[in-house]
């Protein structure tokens, strides 16, 4: 069957800054954090040991070119910009977004631009990180330089990438720095990050300028174990907790009443200005990014909670290891196709069929040189569960989902934080010693997708 996409559809990958360009003046938590514990990253590589985008970008662009690319999204490192967080603007920094953004246009692809995609300037980070107000404000002063720029030709703009994760890796889950295991501070966190996000969207508002302002999100569709109430709560908890906390704030300009009254009655509400429900409202956007990886799946809890363990969200359930499931065993995340079509249904459905895109959607895989044939990654696993993904969103568009694109994860194997390199996810073989690019098979697969703006299955 051939699946054909609506016209001017956005066929192109994502990358972020501080995974693929290294060399970098200002310092982030990872710099310090990496310094600090290197056993805490995979075989103990570090950010600085990048693709090298900073030095490669213009034959890198050549390649997204001759992947066919129409977009692009990558972001603008904030400490590379202003490298202590809120003094001077870096030059140099405007010269390379600059050269970046110029030759993406004139190749022909629309850059979508990322604002802040986990690297915090170490500088903020000493200053309280997003737990500090000043640090909301910082932001939004650095977002506006960033519009003002180049917002005259960057028309799409994303204020975070998967917010949940910084809140989920720094102050929950120790897997970003500062490891702090504490939920109140987990929810401030999550709170300013919304604050940030709608001063950004108000002074873009303010700018008038030519574009589109929006984020982007990490949506894990929650399904419960069965239809046994206790299972359909336990999934409810954790979608509010995990989706609704950032999808009602920018999609309908405030929080769900049920999360707000769950976390009232555990006394973990961060602390509340009477201004910010306004301010919140004004931070609805115009477009969505949805990044699509795995979904979450739950079940009642089948034990008492420990009152003497810290408050988690692992509190009203249990993950749920449903028999037979896909596996991605390198990542360790389920793969689950159909997910993907019920993000779109339930923003169409519940969200007033909002516009948007997917994001990212991808498969890091381990020690990809073992499927080299003449000198080519014949990654064939990666076109399956591409056209396996993109199968379901095409029935989610012609059933009126208002997607407008699809952007995998990543263009070429790039830096994958506490991984690493471990998992490799890009069209493209970077060789780490000589920094060589060759095209995988699913490079080429993509570059006839989006070329015929359609697929045979
Ligand atoms: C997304 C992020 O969560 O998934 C990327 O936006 C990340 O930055 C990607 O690299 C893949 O996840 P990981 O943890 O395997 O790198």
């Known amino acids: 069957m051939k699946y054909s996409f609506p016209e001017h559809f956005w066929w192109g ?229 995990f989706n609704r906390s950032f999808l009602d704030p920018v999609l309908r300009g405030e929080y769900p009443a049920d999360l707000v009254t769950l976390l009232k009655s555990y006394d973990q509400l961060p602390a509340c ?13 115009d477009l969505l990014g949805v990044n699509y990886y795995q979904p979450r799946r739950v079940k009642c809890r089948d034990s008492a909670v420990n009152p003497q363990a810290p408050f988690m969200p692992e509190w009203f359930f249990d993950n749920y290891e449903m028999p037979g499931r896909k596996m991605n065993p390198y990542r360790g995340w389920e793969i689950y196709e159909p997910g993907i079509y019920d993000i779109l249904v339930n923003l169409r459905d519940n969200y007033g069929n909002t516009r948007c895109f997917i994001s990212e959607n991808g498969m890091g895989v381990e020690n990809e040189q073992r499927f080299i044939e003449n000198g080519q990654i014949n990654d064939q696993y990666r076109i399956d569960f591409i056209s396996g993904h993109l199968t379901w969103l095409h029935k989610g568009i012609s059933e009126g989902c208002n997607c407008l694109g699809y952007h995998m994860w990543t263009f070429i194997d790039n830096w994958s934080w506490c991984n690493a390199y471990k998992n490799r996810y890009g069209f493209i073989q970077l060789d780490l010693d000589t920094q060589q690019r060759t095209v995988k098979k699913s490079g080429e697969w993509f570059a006839a997708t989006s070329l015929n703006n359609s697929f045979d299955k």
């Open 13 to 241: 990958s994502a990358s972020s800054a501080l995974q693929t360009e290294g060399t970098r003046e200002g310092q982030t938590t990872w710099d310090y954090w990496f310094d600090r514990e290197p056993n805490r990253f995979h075989n103990g590589v570090g950010p600085q040991q990048t693709s090298t985008f900073y030095q490669h970008w213009k034959t890198d662009i050549q390649l997204l070119k001759q992947l066919n690319h129409n977009s692009f999204r990558t972001s603008i490192s904030w400490a590379r910009l202003i490298p202590d967080g809120i003094g001077e603007v870096n030059p140099q920094a405007v010269d390379f977004y600059n050269q970046v953004i110029d030759e993406l246009i004139e190749q022909g692809i629309t850059p979508f631009i990322t604002l802040f995609h986990f690297d915090m300037p170490m500088a903020m980070q000493e200053i309280g990180g997003w737990e500090n107000r000043d640090v909301v404000e910082a932001y939004a002063r650095y977002a506006q330089i960033c519009f003002e720029l180049f917002g005259d030709r960057v028309l799409h703009w994303f204020t975070f990438n998967e917010p949940i994760v910084p809140v989920e890796g720094g102050y929950l889950y120790d897997f970003h720095y500062p490891n702090v295991v504490d939920f109140r501070r987990a929810a401030t966190v999550a709170y300013h990050t919304v604050l940030a996000h709608a001063l950004a969207v108000r002074a873009y508002r303010a700018g008038h300028y030519a574009g589109e302002i929006g984020i982007v999100l990490n949506l894990t569709p929650s399904y419960p174990r069965s239809q046994n109430p206790a299972d359909v709560k336990a999934a409810h908890i954790a979608d509010l907790m």
């Open 273 to 285: 200005k009477p201004e910010d429900s306004a301010l919140i409202a004004e931070g609805k956007i």
